[in-house]
């Protein structure tokens, strides 16, 4: 079974710092991969995914993301930090066959950013 | 255009009550898919719907639970006889597609419903 694993529950910088939120998965096929970011009191926002082709995926609001097939992994970063990057990241992997997609989401990571 | 909507937002109820939960998805969108999430934990499939069809009910924790989605739209979630344990965020998502490239396609997530079992 596809599983996520994302290391480190909170992670805390400073504005201007570089993020960076680990993601490592577990799949038994190419696996597809998405980066979901959760506001408070709003629904969950695709960041990003990788599904073919370059394995480095930009999305929106400066983030990036590697998928490394040797290390199956898929970290988040972005250069610069800022204030309204806090929020809660969540790493998902897709079971995607049946002709629908089921996410299998990790457990997450909180971002703070001070000034 | 309009999101995916949720409704209530927050609901509170006794244990052993039973619960509705609603989702209106993006007009059009032929999937929608259920997601239990507990504090501080991810997102885990409960449900999907292919338009009205139930395809996988694979995430259903047992039997108090159930979803419909009759004219392949609205979809509701209940919760029969609630135990404290079914206390959670409740998503729905919704996307366009099905098919070959279901696998890469991007979800549409409301912003949830909360509950609470006392």
């Known amino acids: 079974a596809q599983s996520v694993t994302q290391l480190g529950s909170h992670v805390s910088v400073s504005e201007g710092a570089l993020v960076l939120l680990r993601c490592n998965y577990s799949s038994s096929v190419p696996p597809y991969l998405f980066w979901y970011v959760q506001y408070p009191n709003q629904g969950l926002q695709l960041l990003l995914k990788y599904t073919t082709g370059a394995t480095l995926v930009k999305g929106i609001n400066g983030f990036e993301a590697e998928f490394k097939k040797s290390e199956t992994s898929f970290h988040l970063t972005k250069p610069s930090a800022h204030m309204s990057d806090a929020a809660e990241y969540f790493c998902?992997?897709?079971?995607?066959?049946?002709?629908?997609?089921?996410?299998?989401f990790g457990a997450g990571t909180r971002l703070a950013v001070h000034p | 255009g309009a999101g995916v909507s949720q409704s209530p937002r927050y609901k509170v109820t006794k244990r052993g009550q039973d619960v509705a939960l609603r989702c209106d998805p993006i007009?059009?969108?032929?999937?929608l898919y259920w997601y239990r999430q507990a504090l501080g934990q991810g997102p885990e499939f409960l449900t999907y719907?292919?338009?009205?069809?139930?395809?996988?009910k694979s995430g259903l924790p047992n039997d108090r639970f159930s979803a419909e989605r009759p004219e392949g739209s609205i979809s509701t979630l209940t919760i029969q006889r609630t135990e404290q344990r079914d206390s959670a965020m409740y998503r729905c998502?919704?996307?366009?597609?099905?098919?070959?490239?279901?696998?890469?396609?991007?979800?549409?997530f409301g912003p949830g419903t909360r509950l609470l079992v006392l």
């Open positions: 998502a919704s996307s366009p597609l099905r098919g070959s490239l279901a696998g890469e396609e991007t979800q549409y």
């Open positions: 719907f292919n338009y009205e069809a139930q395809q996988d």
């Open positions: 007009s059009g969108h032929v999937s």
């Open positions: 998902a992997v897709s079971e995607g066959s049946g002709g629908y997609n089921k996410l299998i």
